[in-house]
């Protein structure tokens, strides 16, 4: 999950199995796993949520080799003046390096390349399981006084947020700039305004979730591209 302008390494590890709980614990995880399996999940879920995880000083940490680089076409997103990042399901996790990247171009111009503009779409059920990228996409927005990187987000599951005082359930807006919408995207206009947004004769289009909604997007691509704004699918459908 690291940016080619950082100089470390993040990984996100979920500990639901006896072999990421004992890596958790080889690099200083202090939290005490009961069970594995729901109990597990449910405890590094819920630092997800806003806990910051304790870790123990450890002089001793494991070697680790990475295998790489290995890439894919979502490198070819900066080749391109603007770009659309569809993320769907656990398919955001494949934007993390690139989100980044994008803040790093917006502050060093130097290194911006082609890029002036990104979309990102992000649907998701909830966010319950992934707040701290939603904190990160939060600061990314906050930082970008140009705007040049728009966070738009579809939620399909109901979150709600209960007053226990009042007894008032209502929906809760995700925090950007953008409201969140409730329910799943209209695909197509969804490129309609992303022409009226930033008409450019060339935008690229990468996605990454289930397979019926990459080819909704494939799709809803194609049928929104014409002479003067064309959307390139740069994404391998299943």
């Given at each position: 999950?690291?940016?080619?302008?950082?100089?470390?390494?993040?990984?996100?590890?979920?500990?639901?199995?006896?072999?990421?709980?004992?890596?958790?614990?080889?690099?200083?995880?202090?939290?005490?796993?009961?069970?594995?399996?729901?109990?597990?999940?449910?405890?590094?879920?819920?630092?997800?949520?806003?806990?910051?995880?304790?870790?123990?000083?450890?002089?001793?940490?494991?070697?680790?080799?990475?295998?790489?680089?290995?890439?894919?076409?979502?490198?070819?997103?900066?080749?391109?003046?603007?770009?659309v990042l569809v993320g769907g399901g656990e398919g955001f996790l494949s934007f993390v390096s690139i989100i980044k990247s994008a803040w790093y171009?917006?502050?060093?111009?130097?290194?911006?390349?082609?890029?002036?503009?990104?979309?990102?779409?992000?649907?998701?059920?909830?966010?319950?399981?992934?707040?701290?990228?939603?904190?990160?996409?939060?600061?990314?927005?906050?930082?970008?006084?140009?705007?040049?990187?728009?966070?738009?987000?579809?939620?399909?599951?109901?979150?709600?947020?209960?007053?226990?005082?009042?007894?008032?359930?209502?929906?809760?807006?995700?925090?950007?700039?953008?409201?969140?919408?409730?329910?799943?995207?209209?695909?197509?206009?969804?490129?309609?305004?992303?022409?009226?947004?930033?008409?450019?004769?060339?935008?690229?289009?990468?996605?990454?979730?289930?397979?019926?909604?990459?080819?909704?997007?494939?799709?809803?691509?194609?049928?929104?591209?014409?002479?003067?704004?064309?959307?390139?699918?740069?994404?391998?459908?299943?």
């Open positions: 999950m690291s940016s080619p302008e950082e100089d470390h390494l993040s990984i996100l590890l979920r500990c639901g199995d006896p072999f990421s709980a004992e890596v958790a614990k080889q690099v200083g995880s202090s939290f005490e796993i009961t069970a594995l399996g729901s109990a597990a999940q449910n405890s590094a879920d819920h630092r997800m949520e806003g806990d910051e995880q304790i870790l123990e000083s450890r002089t001793a940490l494991p070697h680790m080799c990475l295998v790489g680089p290995l890439g894919n076409t979502s490198e070819e997103v900066f080749k391109y003046e603007a770009s171009r917006i502050h060093y111009p130097q290194h911006r390349g082609q890029f002036r503009k990104l979309f990102f779409v992000w649907v998701c059920k909830d966010v319950s399981h992934c707040q701290w990228f939603r904190s990160l996409c939060m600061a990314v927005e906050a930082q970008d006084l140009d705007r040049r990187i728009e966070v738009h987000t579809y939620m399909t599951g109901r979150t709600v947020f209960h007053d226990s005082v009042s007894d008032i359930t209502e929906e809760v807006d995700m925090g950007f700039i953008k409201p969140t919408v409730y329910g799943r995207p209209d695909w197509d206009m969804v490129f309609q305004r992303v022409q009226a947004a930033y008409p450019c004769r060339e935008i690229a289009v990468f996605a990454a979730g289930p397979p019926g909604m990459c080819q909704q997007v494939y799709d809803a691509c194609t049928n929104q591209s014409n002479v003067v704004n064309e959307f390139l699918w740069k994404t391998d459908l299943m």
